[in-house]
């Protein structure tokens, strides 16, 4: 199976553990504690993620092996959960892997349905980035 | 009905409630607070019922047909202007102009009162807490004659700064743009003061009531200002009308605003002569049923007793600011000695949005962000506050909510 389809099937099972929303964003705010550490120096304009009302920046790198390196961060405890959440998923994937999964794990999840409302978090903006990314660097993997 | 109650301040809640029929619902299994009436105002079964009756009975075009549905449609326009003039105390409804909302109310003072008499080196007067629709038209105004505006600006409590006031008030100054509540720190600035000080150096005053019109008792020819604009939907009206209203002899010597049927007398390719106050300034097709549904809202807010809902709702603010202050690392935004219906406010290590959504998944809404008044932020250096902002229906029941959703957020986000 695809690794990043895999993972994605993965996240729904893990979400749909929890019925109760609040204890989801729990384990959602909790998976942003455990981010690795963002650099100063990748918080740039470049880096700048734009389409949320909190501050996201993601460092993208393509690796020798092929593979795509993101990491991210945020100011908002939310949203770091949502990166932690994404880069479980799409960090150290294979870019023609990333496109043939597609991001439709997030409405199996039911972000589409809570987190759409503010459209602040940055959730759509974050993916396009990466799924951007991923075509950007088709050619190298 | 009546829903005022005595003694002073006690609204029938639950009959008010009752009139609103969108607050009848879940949101993410939870019954909805709505706390975000800063934003916009929800609409009471009057209004949506009168909207859907001007539709399905009256509707026609106003001001031309010989038909009957043309007259009455005439008749609740007309009828509706006459409201308004009463609801904030015009001596003539020449001085009521039916517009988008504030936005445009004031974009047709900046282009129109502006054009004609600003000029070089002229100076307006803005205070920082304006939200941009009080801001931008001004700045661009400026750039065009070359003028200046110059920002009043605000005290640590949010008070604004008097002092300043009358220090950069000037012979130079030809307009004091001002909020009566600012929207995003809910300060009420000192009005009677800002426009007598203005009148004696020859300035004109235009007073932005966005925010205040539905929370306190306004009467413009006391106020004894010169404009004063203000939107429907911000008082349980519809969305799309607001009004602008100018002291008679402005409007006399204002060149029109925009073009086209209606705000002319008569046309030809020699000349064109415009129409009698108030339609030289309403061209084109006017919102007919949303100032119907405004006129509604505001008998609807009427009724109610405006010193009821201002009396009733500083009880909620005064519960609501005690709350909060209980939340140890919650800092108020905004605590001037006079102000109403906003309580702003960060807290240490939370980033608003964060809030916001942990309240909206129990139900709770209200506004987090930088409230479309980035001066006011920049001011407190904060990137955003949350902000609960209060109308007729929100009961103590409502603050307590909000406030054991705030903890419980604040549990999960620790």
Redesign the interface.
Known sequence: MNPVAQAQQDTVEEFQLFDD??VR??HI?DLGKALPNFPVEWRTEVNRIRGC??QVWFQIEMQDSGRMDIQGIS?????SGLIALLLRVYSGQKPNDILDAGPEFISDIGFDE??S??R??GLHSMLKVIYEQAALNLGSS | MNHAATPLGMLDTAAIRADFPILNQQINGHPLVYLDNGATTQKPAQVIEALEHFYKVDYSNVHRGIHTLSQRATERFENARQTVRHFIGADSEKEIIFTRGTTESINLVAHSWGDKNLHAHDEILVSEMEHHSNIVPWQILAQKKQARVVPIPIDDDGALNMAAFHQRLSAKTRIVAITELSNALGTLPPLDEIILAAHKVGAVVLVDGAQSVAHKAVNVAELDCDFYAFSGHKVYGPSGIGILYAKQTLLEHMPPYQSGGDMISEVSFTGTTYNALPYKFEAGTPNIVGADGLAIALNYLSNIGLNNIAQHEANLLSYATDKALEIPGLHIVGSAKYKAGILSFVIDGVHATDLGTLLNQQGVAIRVGHHCAMPVMQRFNLVSTARISLGIYNTIEDIDICFTSINKALEILA
């Open positions: 929303w609040m964003y729990e705010i009302q909190s100011d908002a405890a939310i949203v809570h987190l409302p503010t602040s978090n």
